[in-house]
């Protein structure tokens, strides 16, 4: 079945990185669009960014020059590169995939503050 695994969340201050990923398995990755969201508390999930072969890439404006999306199809994973993080990116980050119907991860809390 498909199961998604994220993780490389935590705390950190404004200004900082971190690098999350997620470990996809149950379908043929390297066919499929892969997506992070986030969901801050007492908002909607939004998309933040989206990967697709051969290597098609989109990220939302909000995060536009800070984060970066990547996938290893040799690992079936798929990363975000977060850079120069702000409060306001504070959220649970999840990884997402559309086969049919969508499959979530747990979910991966980012905590920025100072």
């Known amino acids: 079945q498909v199961q998604l695994v994220e993780s490389g969340g935590g705390l950190v201050q404004p200004g900082e990185s971190l690098r999350l990923s997620c470990a996809a398995s149950g379908f043929t990755f390297k066919i499929y669009r892969m997506a992070w969201y986030r969901q801050a508390p007492g908002k909607q999930r939004e998309l933040v960014a989206s990967i697709s072969t051969p290597g098609s890439t989109d990220v939302s404006d909000s995060v536009k020059g800070r984060f970066t999306i990547s996938s290893d199809n040799a690992k079936n994973m798929v990363s975000l590169q977060m850079n120069s993080l702000k409060p306001e990116d504070t959220a649970v980050y999840y990884c997402?995939?559309?086969?049919?119907?969508?499959?979530w991860g747990q979910g991966t809390q980012v905590t920025v503050s100072s």
């Open positions: 997402m995939v559309t086969i049919g119907r969508s499959y």
